[in-house]
């Protein structure tokens, strides 16, 4: 994946920036940042930045060193003040201490990694207990109709960097993340936005 992303980082912008904008943007519409420590997993090349409040410390991660310096170049011409830092590192494997965030945004990543069971263990660990977890991706459907050509294609667009036959609802449903809500987005509503918390106390 980080060889696949390095080759999209000149030209990631214009194939996947106006597609899947709307998701993005509306996922700030809950995201409480204001004056808290925010990872969001799988920056990119910073996309989200401008949706970021001033009094938010950033912490953006992505496995691709590509994208991350365009984030970094993205950062300079802002110049708002926001405080950020940008890391490589692997969202399956994140350097960070448990319980280090107040929230954690992944926009567009799960689909992406080798092991999305082991990357939802990973944010659930480095997120506050009772902090924000909100994740926006496709999910397959084996209700809609689309749901028979997401597996028929997936092995496809694996290829090209992500998968189409991850129910991640479902998934994120069987961890420990308390999900309180999906909200549909982007083209014909085949993204979803998941809004969930970390628990307060965690199962033993």
Do not use: W
């Not at 993005?24 to 940042?33: C, I, M, W």
Request: hydrophobic share 40%; net charge neutral.
């Amino acid at each position: 994946m980080e060889g696949i992303y390095s080759f999209y980082s000149p030209f990631y912008d214009l194939i996947f920036g106006k597609i899947l904008e709307n998701g993005r943007r509306r996922a700030f519409h809950y995201l409480d940042s204001a004056n808290k420590k925010v990872l969001e997993v799988g920056i990119g090349t910073g996309l989200t930045l401008p949706h970021y409040p001033k009094s938010c410390h950033l912490v953006g991660i992505d496995i691709s060193a590509k994208m991350i310096e365009r984030a970094k170049e993205r950062v300079k011409k802002m110049g708002n003040g926001l405080k950020v830092d940008l890391e490589v590192m692997d969202a399956c494997e994140m350097d960070f201490e448990d319980n280090t965030f107040d929230a954690i945004l992944s926009p567009y990543v799960i689909t992406t990694v080798q092991d999305p069971e082991k990357f939802c263990r990973e944010i659930i660990r480095v997120c506050k207990p009772g902090g924000q977890i909100i994740i926006v991706n496709h999910s397959k459907d084996s209700e809609r109709f689309l749901g028979k050509l997401e597996t028929l294609t997936s092995p496809f667009f694996a290829k090209i960097g992500f998968v189409t036959d991850l129910d991640v609802v479902s998934l994120v449903k069987s961890t420990e993340i308390e999900v309180h809500k999906i909200i549909n987005c982007n083209l014909f509503n085949l993204h979803k936005i998941i809004l969930g918390q970390k628990p307060l106390c965690q199962k033993n």
